[in-house]
């Protein structure tokens, strides 16, 4: 069992997934607008609604930003990386070193609504689920089909052998521009943090390196935009 | 004279607009890497240093999350629209109902990357500039031309009398999907929050709707998301 919070991502996880949820808590402070019509959708998917004070909720989740509503989930399974590649599947995004849980939940937010088939990470190097990451992600982290690795170098290795070519975010000599890339039509799309960008070793594994043409004066998007944009022009392209 | 916080921010307006910066304070708890590169980068612009403590940094910016580091800048001119219409421009972000200082932060920063001329907001419909938008923004805020209006509406019928079309960022039934649209030459890009969206005055004032074409469960990106996304294929179709 974990916990999801926000009114937005339980919403979205009981529209899609309601089987998941054990219950929902909720301070309800004023019923109102999007709050009664989140308790109104419990009621109608049998889910049972409990309250808690809101400090309660606070204390739970880890974080005073959960507007009332902490929701008791079954754990997800991951899928095991050789079980996914037995499957046919054409655009994976692997997050390297995502270690901020905004960030980490809007790049799931993103894989999902542009259709990713997973997106792949590695606890030890980046953030790991939590209610903050489910909410930033919009419920995306409960909806997308997740793969957890000890090691992504070797991930990418084997995505490799499975007929993936690895496509890395990033500016070297070798980086290709975005508005010139033509996406493999099984791509691992690798992306880092801002601050620590991607692993070398997996950098030196990547088939290619592409960068978003940028006209200003400061020279990088922050990850989660620059990964929308990345998604949209490969989804884009396959159309 | 108002503040901007975070080493990313003040590092970038550093780079490109010395002349702003009346001084730099910081609480240097451990001046390292980042931190004293920015010191260094200080002496070097000739911007005079002072400590403070890490609260009193706090108290100023209201906000715990400046890293340290808060600058004192000289206020930036603000554009009338009039006089920003007598020049020459082809791409204009309009901010409707950007409550939010995280998102409205990342959509200057995306705007300032993707080489739009200006950014134009209403501070009665949305965030106005703060520490925390300026950092959110990466310096972005400093940087980019900004227009502040009281009436956006009546901001669309300026820009289509000066021969814009406004491309409003929604999903409507005559709305286009962005794979299949062809920005005008002269594009004023208006993008609302997720909640409140864009103000129906202002989507009838619209020439043409645009929404981004997604293929998961989850309908919606965030709008910073979906505005790099926008942006990017701007840039890509006007290369």
């Known amino acids: 069992m974990h916990l999801i919070m926000g009114i937005h991502a339980i919403t ?3 529209l899609y997934a309601p089987h998941r949820f054990i219950r929902v808590l909720t301070a309800m402070p004023k019923a109102e607008g999007r709050k009664s019509e989140l308790i109104e959708l419990c009621m109608k998917k049998n889910i049972p609604v409990a309250i808690a004070s809101f400090d309660a909720l606070t204390k739970m989740a880890g974080s005073d930003s959960h507007q009332s509503f902490v929701a008791e989930i079954k ?3 991951f899928l095991a990386l050789k079980d996914f590649l037995l499957q046919e599947h054409s655009l994976v995004l692997m997050l390297d070193q995502i270690f901020d849980p905004q960030n ?5 937010r993103s894989a999902e609504c542009f259709g990713a088939d997973a997106a792949i990470f590695s606890k030890n190097r980046g953030s790991d689920l939590s209610p903050v990451v489910a909410k930033a992600s919009c419920g995306a982290s409960e909806l997308l089909t997740l793969i957890r690795v000890a090691n992504l170098a070797e991930a990418v290795s084997q995505f490799q052998e499975a007929g993936f ?3 890395a975010a990033l500016l070297n000599p070798q980086a290709k521009s975005l508005s010139q890339f033509h996406f493999p039509q099984k791509t691992l799309l690798i992306v880092g943090s801002e601050g620590e960008g991607i692993q070398p070793l997996i950098q030196k594994r990547a088939n290619h390196a592409v960068y978003i043409p940028m006209q200003g004066k400061i020279q990088s998007l922050n990850v989660a935009q620059a990964t929308a944009t990345l998604l949209y022009a490969y ?3 396959k159309g």
């Open 104 to 108: 980490f939940g809007a790049l799931l």
């Open 235 to 237: 989804t884009a392209q």
């Open 165 to 167: 070519e690895a496509v």
């Open 12 to 14: 979205e996880v009981l």
């Open 75 to 77: 754990d997800r399974e």
